[in-house]
């Protein structure tokens, strides 16, 4: 979700096309505007927040990865355990949670498996989580096709009816029965994409 830093520059984003329409068609149509505008750039915002949260996501996996199998590597050739895992703690990515690490460690210790095959054990298991998770973005690809769809054709029917010699933000913007289209159009949009990212993040969340 964007932050408070987000929804202001979905208010400055806004701020140009409200004050065109506020010379032109008056004061509804000015406050009209900023809504969808700002309806818009949050959207966007939310779509760029959860792309880069993957972006991090993957990242951190593939750290944790060759982490992992550096430290098997260290065990192997007989480093210090205690300092190859404060080492290897020190580097590890953030959004991958430290207990994995360390539950190698405290199995390592307690049950006397040797460290650097449980530590091989966890890289395979991270990279089983990359592979599925690149195929659970593969197959969720179209649906998020699909919200970008939603975003984009209302623009596209826009600019079709202003190919066909039409005004239609005149008519959204400054008749009653436009305003009730522009508003349940926006409403109906973003129960969409709401839906579509939700679904998509509760896919990602439990592949």
């Excluded at 750290?63 to 992992?68: N, R």
């Excluded at 098997?72 to 207990?99: C, D, M, R, Y």
């Excluded at 197959?139 to 209302?154: E, K, N, S, W």
Aim: aromatic content about 6%.
């Amino acid at each position: 979700m964007p932050n408070s830093k987000g929804i202001l520059l979905a208010l400055g984003v806004s701020g140009i096309p409200a004050v065109l329409t506020l010379a032109a068609w008056g004061w509804r149509a000015m406050v009209l505007t900023s809504l969808a505008m700002t309806a818009y750039t949050i959207g966007a915002l939310i779509a760029w927040s959860a792309a880069q949260r993957r972006r991090r996501c993957d990242e951190a996996r593939r750290s944790a990865s060759d982490i992992t199998v550096a430290l098997a590597t260290e065990l192997a050739s007989g480093a210090n355990t205690k300092s190859a895992f404060a080492h290897a703690v020190s580097q590890w990515p953030p959004p991958q949670p430290i207990t994995r690490l360390e539950s190698v460690w405290k199995l390592s210790h307690s049950l006397g498996v040797p460290a650097a095959e449980l530590c091989h054990l966890l890289a395979r298991q991270i990279r089983h989580e990359q592979d599925t998770g690149a195929k659970t973005r593969a197959a969720i690809a179209p649906l998020r096709a699909t919200g970008m769809l939603l975003l984009a054709l209302p623009l596209l029917g826009i600019a079709l009816a202003y190919g066909l010699g039409t005004n239609p933000l005149h008519f959204l913007l400054t008749t009653d029965v436009g305003n009730l289209n522009l508003l349940l159009g926006l409403l109906l949009q973003g129960v969409g994409l709401w839906w579509i990212h939700s679904l998509t993040h509760r896919l990602e969340e439990h592949r």
